[in-house]
């Protein structure tokens, strides 16, 4: 039990890792550490679930969940991991991968009479960072501090869950230097979120009231949260669009509220939305209204964040309907978005073909084909200007020690999707073009290689770059598992893209920037009690005559003390880089929901302990101290972040109580 406790911590930290190095988009790694987190406590019954439970998993695709699902109709239940290797499709990496997410046993009947009692649970998070940051002083009697409100951040969330009949919560959540209880945010959080989801077997599949998102097939209209992508599970390409879920995180923006219904009958499945909310925008004209840019960062701390806070009325309604069968889905979308005022970005160049308007309509078009070793798949979709943009990728299993994704991606500059999160070398789904191939080989039994190459352009110029410009990136792991309880791999990745070389636009020319990083890392159990993890990376930047190098070690030691329901993780970490440009990101384990990868760059250490303590199934209790230091550095950060000194200190607790 203990061992697979840790798959799932281990499981869960190379996703996230890998997610949040090849896109820094810290809503869509929220999004994934929920959903995996739920996962790790209350895994999925693989022979009872359905092709829509077994969606939640993300690391399955279309084609290894329809094999599940008929192999279950022929042969009966799935027994054991060795079994479900034999499936087409699935390699013992992947079966590794899910092993720890999943149960081949079917729910006791204790179980399901808890399920018709419900379950609930309640979240109170509160963090913060030592010293004080500039932002909470006064630089003077008559000017106040910038930050008006204390630094601390709080956060609570309550759900409650009748599983396959209702669910509902809230989240409520204040970050650092935001008021609470006075001010502006008198009734107390600066963010409140709420839903509500009712779930039937009929014609009524599902309602949702409140705060929810959407996901449609390859995510060019609509995706939140995990996404198929560049990382080190290389044959994840391909997403698998889960409708509407009910929206429990924090990002005060990315998200709908208003009501959702979704209705089916036999192969044929449509849902209808509607949201009607303010989010946050910078607004430059009051008559009429005039933005220049969406926010996305949900802080109102200074006063000029405050007066973005809500400013723009967003209005969004569409519907999606589908036919599903065994081995063949296609969906159709529409959807229609209005603004309370006019958006007219700045005129730098760049911008050229951004969005500008009040309205914006999408539709698209998806499809998905599963055959025994082979899988489509694709998306197409328009925009209100007729821009389009569209992707088709292949997942082929020559051999069962093979597999092969290739993805091709092509998005016009002037389409626009303001909630698309499709594949692709950057955030925003429009201004790039490109062809990605990925394989997995398992060399022995023991030892995998993954690799992928993609390359990419962008048509138009982007806010670094003077010119149109092209990309590469390759990356290499071989991973070497000689005994169940240890695991190292050795990882290579290069990635060479445009970049100015100036900031005067007059003289500004672009040159190719080159990021090589190598990382080996080991991971070992060496009793039911104690893991040690080792990581060495070092990384190089290179652009014209500009070099830097950076070097980061450390060393963790994980405490399973059973008799005491405690898990203790302790990290030591020492890095020195040249600048920022050879930053080095690391995953630090974390309280329940949250996660950490700082960059590190410069000179310094950084130590941490992190603890879970759980006397019985109601009470959990998580307490993380990381300390920081850079030997010599007179202050720490910038503008009204800046603190004085080397060093930093950062204090983090959770409590959950489940009923």
């Not at 209880?181 to 409140?210: C, E, L, M, P």
Request: proline share 4%.
């Amino acid at each position: 039990m203990i061992g697979q406790e840790r798959s799932r911590e281990q499981e869960i930290e190379q996703i996230i890792e890998s997610i949040r190095e090849s896109a820094e988009d810290e809503t869509e790694s929220a999004l994934v550490l929920e959903d995996l987190t739920h996962l790790a406590e209350q895994p999925l019954y693989i022979n009872s679930a359905s092709g829509a439970d077994m969606e939640k998993l993300h690391f399955l695709n279309f084609s290894q969940i329809a094999t599940i699902i008929s192999y279950r109709e022929k042969h009966g239940d799935i027994l054991s991991s060795y079994e479900l290797s034999s499936l087409p499709g699935f390699s013992p990496d992947i079966v590794k991968r899910i092993s720890p997410f999943i149960s081949f046993s079917q729910p006791q009947s204790g179980g399901r009479k808890y399920s018709r009692k419900g379950r609930s649970y309640l979240l109170l998070k509160g963090q913060r960072l030592f010293p004080e940051s500039r932002g909470y002083k006064s630089a003077s009697d008559s000017e106040p501090p910038k930050y008006p409100g204390t630094p601390e951040r709080f956060y609570t969330r309550y759900h409650y869950e009748k599983p396959e009949r209702w669910a509902a919560g809230f989240t409520a959540e204040k970050d650092a230097g935001e008021e609470f209880f006075t001010g502006d945010n008198a009734s107390g959080f600066d963010f409140y979120s709420a839903f509500a989801a009712v779930y039937g077997k009929g014609v009524i599949r599902q309602i949702n009231i409140g705060d929810y998102y959407v996901r449609t097939g390859q995510g060019l209209n609509y995706w939140s949260g995990m996404g198929a992508g560049k990382s080190a599970d290389v044959l994840n390409t391909m997403k698998s669009g889960q409708g509407i879920r009910a929206y429990t995180s924090t990002d005060e923006n990315r998200f709908f509220r208003g009501g959702a219904m979704t209705v089916g009958t036999g192969p044929f499945e449509m849902f209808l939305f509607f949201s009607d909310k303010n989010r946050d925008a910078n607004q430059i004209l009051e008559e009429p209204p005039v933005f220049t840019s969406l926010q996305t960062s949900g802080l109102h701390r200074t006063e000029g964040e405050q007066t973005d806070k809500l400013a723009m009325n967003e209005r969004v309604y569409g519907g999606y309907a589908q036919l599903k069968a065994a081995h063949f889905r296609a969906g159709i979308s529409y959807s229609r978005q209005q603004f309370s005022g006019e958006i007219q970005p700045s005129e730098e160049l760049y911008k050229q073909y951004y969005f500008r308007g009040n309205t914006n309509q999408q539709a698209g078009i998806d499809y998905q084909v599963a055959f025994p070793s082979i899988q489509l798949f694709g998306e197409v979709a328009a925009s209100e200007n007729r821009a389009l943009a569209g992707i088709q990728g292949i997942i082929w299993h020559p051999h069962p020690q093979i597999g092969v994704s290739a993805v091709y991606r092509n998005y016009s500059r002037a389409f626009h999707s303001f909630y698309g999160n499709a594949f692709g070398e950057s955030s925003g789904v429009r201004n790039e073009n490109g062809f990605y191939f990925g394989t997995e080989i398992l060399l022995a039994p023991k030892l995998k290689l993954d690799f992928y190459a993609d390359s990419y352009r962008f048509p138009w110029l982007r806010s670094y770059t003077s010119s149109p410009g092209s990309g590469t990136e390759l990356f290499s792991q071989l991973t070497w598992s000689p005994l169940p309880d240890f695991e190292c791999y050795l990882r290579g990745k290069t990635e060479t893209r445009p970049d100015k070389v100036s900031n005067e636009v007059t003289t500004a020319t672009d040159a190719d920037e080159t990021t090589t990083r190598l990382r080996l890392h080991t991971d070992w159990d060496m009793s039911e009690s104690v893991t040690l993890r080792n990581r060495v990376e070092c990384a190089e930047y290179r652009k014209g005559d500009e070099t830097e190098t950076g070097l980061l070690a450390f060393q963790d030691v994980v405490f399973h003390l059973s008799k005491l329901k405690t898990e203790c993780w302790i990290r030591y970490a020492w890095y020195n880089t040249d600048g920022y440009n050879s930053r080095i990101y690391a995953y630090e384990n974390d309280v329940l929901y949250h996660f950490s990868i700082p960059a590190f760059y410069g000179k310094g250490h950084r130590m941490y302990l992190n603890l879970k303590w759980a006397p019985d199934r109601v009470v959990t209790l998580y307490l993380k101290g990381g300390y920081s230091l850079r030997p010599g550095l007179a202050t720490w950060g910038s503008g009204n972040d800046e603190t004085a000194g080397d060093s930093r200190v950062d204090i983090r607790a959770l409590l959950r109580i489940r009923w």
